[in-house]
């Protein structure tokens, strides 16, 4: 999988590595501000990727517009904040924003909660059901469908197996606690 860098011009990359002080000095030598990277992502994204909603709003400050802002396949910003995990930021755009980004599909037909199960982000597929009022069959049909229901599937199979784990760590420390004090 491509790296969120690459590709990217030097404007992104300071956003990216959070120098802003870096960023605006390559303003002040007319490096545009509505550059995009090979993918068709301007420094809005990558304050998204990173999850740094302060320079978000500067950015948007400058004149980016973050909710009609789309990738080269039709991705938004906050497609990228859920995929890569970040939920300060979601929460945040959600409420300055508003939820109407949160129906969006890209390209390929793929849905913030196919974005969250894809990132193995089950907290953030709990917050867009629960507070942003997504319903969990939300999508176009597509041939996704399949890919989805087996991501959830995954998703639950791996929490499922992650609480049983800790289930049976704590059985073989009760019991080799209580052999020792049978012992004493």
């Known amino acids: 999988m491509k790296q969120p860098w690459e590709g990217a011009l030097s404007t992104h990359l300071a956003i990216f590595g959070g120098r802003y002080d870096t960023f605006t000095a390559l303003l002040d030598l007319d490096v545009p501000v509505d550059a995009e990277d090979d993918s068709g992502r301007n420094v809005l994204f990558y304050a998204a990727i990173k999850g740094n909603f302060p320079y978000f709003q500067k950015l948007v400050q400058l004149g980016l517009e973050p909710l009609t802002a789309k990738d080269n396949i039709g991705s ?18 959600v409420r300055r924003y508003g939820k109407q980004l949160t129906k969006a599909t890209n ?9 969250a199960l894809r990132g193995d982000h089950i907290y953030l597929f709990v917050y867009l059901t629960k507070v942003c009022k997504l319903d969990v069959h939300y999508r176009k049909p597509s041939t996704n469908d399949g890919i989805l229901t087996l ?21 073989s420390i009760y019991a080799t606690i209580s052999r020792r004090h049978r012992l004493i």
Not at 76 to 93: C, I, P, Q, R, T
Not at 151 to 171: D, E, K, P
């Open 76 to 93: 938004n910003l906050l497609y990228h904040a859920v995929f890569y995990g970040k939920m300060e930021f979601v929460k945040k755009f």
């Open 107 to 115: 390209n390929h037909e793929e849905t913030l909660l196919y974005a």
């Open 151 to 171: 991501s959830l599937l995954q998703a639950i199979q791996g929490y499922f197996n992650r609480f049983v784990t800790i289930i049976l760590s704590w059985i």
